[in-house]
C-alpha cells in the first residue's frame, strides 16, 4: 500500500500564499494518479488539483491561483496555493490512487489545515 504524509497548513490571510506538501512511501511505483482534494465543513470532499500521467487537472475554483507539482525524486507533490480566499478555507487531503494488478487502491493522507482569514 501507499502511505502519505501531509505538511503545510497553516492560518493565512486572505491574498497570501501557503505551499502544501505530501510526501508519499510505500509502494509508490504503483502510483498512477496523485495529487489533492479539500472538504470544507458540512460540504463534500471536492477536487483541488491532480497529476495523472503527467497530464494535470485542476478543480474550476483554483484554477489560475494553485500550482500542483511533483518531485519524483523525492516521492513528494506539492500545491503552491496564491491569492488565497477565505472560501479556501478547508481540509486539504493528499490523494494517491495505485494499482496492482488487477486492484486498485485509493489511499488518502490525514489532512491538513488550511484557514485563510478575511
Known amino acids: 500500500q501507499v502511505q502519505l504524509v501531509e505538511s503545510g497548513g497553516d492560518l493565512v490571510q486572505a491574498g497570501g500564499s501557503l505551499r502544501l506538501s505530501c510526501a508519499a512511501s510505500?509502494?509508490?511505483?504503483?502510483?498512477?494518479?496523485i495529487g489533492w482534494y479539500r472538504q470544507a465543513p458540512v460540504t463534500q470532499r471536492e477536487l483541488v488539483a491532480t497529476?495523472?500521467?503527467?497530464?494535470?487537472n485542476y478543480g474550476d475554483p483554483v484554477k489560475g491561483r494553485f500550482t500542483i507539482s511533483r518531485d519524483n525524486a523525492k516521492n513528494t507533490v506539492y500545491l503552491q496555493m496564491n491569492s488565497l480566499k477565505p472560501e479556501d478555507t478547508a481540509v486539504y487531503y493528499c490523494y494517491a490512487r495505485s494499482r496492482e494488478e488487477v486492484s486498485m487502491y485509493i489511499n488518502w493522507g490525514q489532512g491538513t489545515q488550511v484557514t485563510v482569514s478575511p
Open positions: 510505500g509502494r509508490t511505483s504503483r502510483i498512477d494518479v
Open positions: 497529476i495523472e500521467n503527467g497530464v494535470i
